[in-house]
């Protein structure tokens, strides 16, 4: 090598250092956040649309408003973008009366129409949105969005053209009845099927639709390219003759339900319904629209940047007629996931709430009464399932021998310390203060009758009982609270069991197999109402997963949703979860408890049993957050 | 030169095919799938889903269609992260691994390479005992034992380091120190023994006889000497440094690209994973080509046609 190159790496070495240095540094004017808070793993999108979980709940609460909002400690519906409502009196149709003054953060107006075409992206199969299904008591909405086309159905197929003003808007419509709809094969042979597919899917290439007697097909076809067919992206349902969501004028949406869905309303307000902002997302399309410097907001606040497991930085929106609610102008959602960095960064001061901590600590901050650990029983229950298919599993003695042989209380503690309530029905407590229902509970611990009913069942004192096994994610909680249930089921019962720790991905595709005998799970409430938690054991239903099925179970759960709220609704609920609690598919185990880390400094914090904390109604004392982070201060400087 | 380069890159072109393949079907033989979840969508939905992403597909059409987009230059979107692309996401990690790898890297040479000419400048002597002994628990430490024996010490009582975090000077000291500890043990071991073996040669012995001091001797000799196995370790070392420790950044929260090969890895993230399974390959053999090289420019008797 040349001497003269040599004497230069090290020079080369020092300059590539300090460009990536102050490259990964460069920051331009950027000023600390007003709050900082951990929020968990990294949100999967901005798109309130597309998400599902808790990190990317908080990041949409605060960036995009809904019709209606839940007052942030009853949980009660209250007007947002929607100023009031009329119900008709049987429950099926909604009129909803906008308010005038809601603009999207670029100043268009959020107006009625513009709801109506966010609704449609919602349902659209080509969005692809998990929580589609909760739009599905609107009359129409579940064919739409499973994308399901019949021959003498009204449907719209949309044609590929662009527009290149709004290069991603849907392109123009042609309705009309679907004369035929099927295939055809080379030789000119038609071959009508029942129903068609996006033409965008994988195995509907060949599917071709017949209105007025012009046949559309996917761009890509052989008949499109011979000019027989019209080039077309898509073929669905009418939505305007079909779907039960319209926009009589600029500021009135209506909305026709198939069935009186008492929950409707606080469907409303939860964050997949979000209206999306569709003048943006026709010109940047998804996901480019959710970058920082395209996107628009409608909530309390506005995105001002993103870095990727870094944080997401919020800032006051001041478009939002909302806008005075806000103190904190700026805010910095951290996306941390582990708990020990949390915890540490909430030890030293450098985040004002940490939304979760580890088991550890948990139980720590518990036994020495920290005021900064904030605990709140949630609408969610933690529970086994049991996989009724499996002998001995699928005799209901022999479940309900398992559930009173075990002494909750115990377990519970001695896992998560004290202040864990323990669960005997399956709809935790909370929601009687909630929505008036009054859970069933299965029957109470009995070690001498549960070795009754096993030997009824054929096995006396646990003799000639299978080995069968519990599985549950790898976890140290979960392994802790098998092992002492490992231990009970054994000298209560004469019962062996053994365990099993999985990957979470394995772990949840055993269990929608049913390949398992006893599998931990957990379930949280979508919105307030029973049926969030008791339509889960309909006979195959998506969350199910325990093989449990009862004709008696599923009518309740259908005659409940025909049923307008009230104490006859309720009576029906308490009937199906009496059939739930005997028949124990699911050993309820314990109520969840939020563990929320709140400096004390935070002089405002909303709390409700969703675990939902509104940043706009958070409020926090800056002086005495100044003066505590100059206590704590780190010698090095912080962050 | 020329035919070498030739040779290696096709090499290389092969090998990011066999990894591509084996990583492709490993991903989907495993059970779960990038929209596994605790909260079921019902049937219809999953369908529609799996349709819109093509997961409905046989696997070996899925293949086909995966690697020719691949080969068109596009990594994909990925699934976890829907907002963004995968060359997006590696290009966002690869500032903050890059930045945090260079400057381990950095300090792993200079101390590990500082503390090895001390210790065999002196062999069994005091300053050669702390640093053997140094090494030793460098070496066989884990990182998430370094890291968290940092974090009690550093942050919580001695409160002199942010605890976690990435954007300013003082949150990078932490990190880069635990993710270089263990090349630097590596790189002082190495230089130590190298410099030693040195010493011994005759050629140290001409140079002593010579009058040459036992500094210049240490220092212009005999640590040329042990370059050659320290430049063998720092290829892959540097490859394996830049893209990133899993557990480093995960405890010190850094947005790296480690820390997003992991998650990719347990979300079933099919298009991050492979899109950064690919770089990894990419840059071991890169590496690996490039210490050939050097090597070569360092020692005459190595001949790259061979």
């Keep these: 090598m040349p001497t003269r190159f040599r004497e230069l790496v090290p020079f080369l070495l020092a300059a590539a250092l300090l460009a990536a240095v102050g490259r990964a540094f460069w920051l331009p004017g950027e000023r600390p956040a007003d709050f900082v808070f951990v929020n968990g793993t990294e949100p999967k999108s901005l798109d309130p649309q597309l998400i599902t979980g808790q990190p990317e709940g908080r990041i949409a609460w605060a960036l995009f408003d809904r019709l209606v909002r839940w007052d942030p400690e009853t949980l009660e519906v209250i007007p947002a973008l929607a100023e009031r409502w009329e119900v008709s009196d049987d429950q099926r149709w909604y009129v909803f009366s906008l308010r005038k003054d809601a603009r999207w953060s670029d100043g268009v107006r959020i107006d009625a129409p513009g709801i109506v075409a966010a609704w449609q992206r919602f349902l659209d199969p080509a969005t692809a949105a998990e929580y589609a299904y909760q739009l599905w008591p609107v009359r129409g909405a579940k064919a739409y969005s499973t994308g399901l086309v019949r021959a003498g159905a009204m449907i719209e197929v949309e044609l590929d053209q662009r527009d290149p003003e709004r290069p991603f808007a849907r392109g123009p419509l042609v309705r009309g009845e679907a004369a035929w709809v099927g295939s055809i094969a080379g030789d000119g042979a038609r071959q009508a099927s029942d129903a068609a597919e996006l033409f965008g899917g994988s195995d509907a290439d060949a599917v071709l639709v017949d209105v007025d007697g012009v046949l559309y097909a996917s761009p890509d076809h052989p008949l499109v390219a011979a000019g027989d067919a019209i080039a077309a992206r898509a073929a669905l349902p009418d939505f305007a003759t079909t779907v039960g969501i319209s926009a009589a004028d600029e500021h009135t949406l209506i909305v026709e339900l198939t069935e009186p869905t008492p929950y409707f309303l606080h469907i409303c307000g939860f964050y997949p319904l979000s209206p999306v902002p569709m003048h943006v997302i026709e010109k940047h399309g998804s996901p480019g629209w959710t970058k920082a410097d395209s996107i628009v907001c409608s909530g309390p606040y506005r995105l001002h940047s993103r870095r990727l497991r870094d944080r997401v930085r919020l800032v006051r929106n001041e478009t939002s007629y909302r806008t005075d609610e806000v103190s904190l102008e700026v805010v910095d959602a951290l996306a941390i996931d582990s708990g020990a960095t949390a915890l540490a960064l909430f030890e030293t001061a450098a985040v004002d709430w940490a939304t979760s901590l580890p088991p550890f600590a948990a139980k720590l901050f518990i036994e020495r009464d920290d005021p900064t650990l904030r605990l709140r029983s949630e609408l969610s229950i933690g529970f086994y399932r049991l996989n009724t298919t499996r002998p001995p599993l699928d005799d209901r003695r022999v479940r309900q021998a398992l559930s009173r042989g075990l002494d909750r209380a115990t377990i519970v503690k001695a896992v998560y310390g004290p202040g864990q309530p323990t669960s005997l029905s399956f709809v935790p407590e909370g929601m009687e203060a909630a929505t008036g229902y009054a859970p069933v509970q299965t029957a109470a611990e009995d070690a001498a009758e549960a070795v009754r009913l096993l030997a009824e069942a054929g096995y006396p004192g646990g003799k000639g009982f299978p080995k069968i096994t519990i599985t549950f994610n790898a976890d140290e909680g979960h392994q802790m609270m098998a092992e002492l249930i490992q231990a009970q089921w054994k000298s209560r019962l004469g019962i062996d069991v053994e365990l099993a720790s999985m990957e979470w991905g394995a772990f949840l595709d055993a269990q929608s197999r049913l390949d398992y005998w006893v599998a931990r799970a957990g379930w949280t409430a979508d919105y307030v109402d029973p049926n969030t938690f008791l339509d889960m054991f309909l006979t195959d239903g998506a969350n199910n997963q325990t093989g449990f099925s009862s004709p008696a179970y599923d009518r309740l759960i259908a005659e409940a949703s025909r049923t307008p709220a009230g104490e006859a609704r309720d009576a029906v609920f308490a009937e199906a979860e009496t059939i739930l609690m005997d028949e124990l598919p699911v050993l309820p185990l314990f109520m969840r408890v939020s563990k929320n880390l709140v400096a004390p400094w935070v002089t405002a914090f909303p709390e409700n049993p969703l675990d939902i904390h509104p940043l706009e109604a958070i409020r926090v004392d800056a002086t005495a957050r100044d003066r505590a982070r100059q206590a704590r201060r780190l010698r090095g400087g912080g962050p | ?306």
């Design chain 2, 1 to 306: 030169m020329i035919a070498f380069l030739v040779r290696r890159v096709a090499w290389l072109m092969a090998t990011l095919l066999v990894v591509y393949t084996v990583t492709f079907f490993l991903m989907r033989a495993v059970p779960g799938g990038p929209f596994s979840s605790e909260r079921q969508p019902p049937p219809e939905i999953r369908e529609a889903i799996a349709r819109r992403y093509k997961l409905d597909l046989p696997l070996s059409q899925q293949y086909v269609s995966e690697l020719s987009r691949l080969l068109r230059g596009d990594l994909g979107m990925s699934f976890r992260l829907a907002d963004y692309s995968v060359a997006e996401v590696i290009a966002e990690g690869w500032q903050a691994s890059a930045s945090l790898g260079t400057v381990a890297m950095v300090l792993a040479v200079v101390v590990g390479g500082g503390a090895g000419v001390l210790s065999a400048a002196r062999p069994g002597g005091l300053v050669d005992g702390l640093v053997r002994v140094s090494t030793m628990v460098g070496i066989s430490l884990p990182s998430f034992a370094l890291a968290g024996l940092a974090v009690l010490l550093v942050v919580y009582e001695w409160r002199l380091l942010p605890a976690a975090g990435w954007g300013t000077l003082p949150q990078l000291i932490l990190p880069a120190c635990c993710l270089g500890a263990v090349y630097a043990a590596e790189i002082a071991r190495l230089v130590r023994s190298g410099v030693v073996e040195a010493i011994q040669s005759d050629w140290v012995r001409t140079a002593r006889a010579k009058g040459a001091s036992h500094s210049r001797i240490v220092l212009h000799h005999a640590v040329r000497g042990a370059i050659g196995p320290v430049v063998s370790f720092l290829g892959p070392a540097i490859a394996g440094i830049l893209t990133g420790s899993v557990v480093v950044e995960k405890v010190f929260a850094i947005p790296g690209i480690g820390y997003h090969f992991i998650e990719a890895a347990t979300t079933r993230d099919y298009t991050l994973a492979m899109g950064l399974v690919l770089l990894y390959t990419l840059l071991l053999g890169v590496a690996g080509i490039l210490v050939d090289l050097v090597q070569a420019a360092l020692d005459p008797r190595i001949d790259l046609e061979k």
